[in-house]
């Protein structure tokens, strides 16, 4: 909030907390769903945002596209996966950023999980969790948002997240036209150029 953000990013339990502590600032809530993995089952991810999202408060909801099906092609399980989400989500006016573990994708399954989402009615489309394991931890790198952009053409937004901790990323970030960053709070200082 002193920082001025869009939105802070939260886990489901600590919704109550922040409900108090943004009141009357101008933070949102971001919430998310069924983090970091994605593989809970669809009813069970639609459940979550409606509980999540049904006092109207949440401004934005976070889910990760399954990169297991992702992986395994099955691009309709995907799509009506998100879909589900968007709708129910949708219902309470709150946005759907949809993130993919971009660390454990090629870029040409970047470029088909950005139509896919939206496709299935996304608001945002977002590179990685940052809990990757296990594998390179890269987050967004110039090449993974390039191609999300690229992609997207102005019909979905697109935010970065995971491994910006400098100010020289996060300012080529903006330079490719990037809609929104999510910076954890240690960076968010240095990105900002408060601090070294």
């Not at 069924?34 to 006092?55: H, I, M, N, W």
């Amino acid at each position: 909030m002193d920082f001025g953000c869009k939105t802070v990013c939260i886990n489901p339990s600590s919704l109550p907390m922040a409900r108090e502590l943004c009141k009357g600032t101008s933070t949102g809530i971001c919430v998310v769903c069924d983090f970091p993995f994605g593989d809970s089952t669809t009813e069970s991810k639609v459940l979550q945002a409606g509980l999540y999202c049904r006092e109207g408060d949440v401004c934005e909801l976070d889910i990760v596209a399954n990169y297991g099906w992702i992986r395994s092609g099955r691009w309709d399980w995907v799509e009506d996966d998100i879909r589900a989400v968007c709708q129910e989500c949708h219902k309470w006016g709150t946005d759907v950023k949809v993130i993919f573990e971009t660390d454990a994708l090629t870029l040409d399954e970047v470029r088909k999980a950005t139509e896919v989402s939206i496709s299935a009615g996304a608001d945002f489309v977002k590179a990685s969790t940052g809990f990757f394991t296990g594998g390179r931890n890269d987050g967004a790198t110039t090449e993974v948002i390039k191609v999300m952009l690229e992609t997207a053409r102005g019909r979905v937004k697109v935010k970065g997240s995971g491994a910006i901790r400098t100010r020289e990323h996060f300012l080529e970030l903006i330079d490719l036209g990037i809609d929104r960053m999510g910076i954890g709070y240690r960076s968010t200082p240095v990105v900002l150029g408060l601090k070294k």
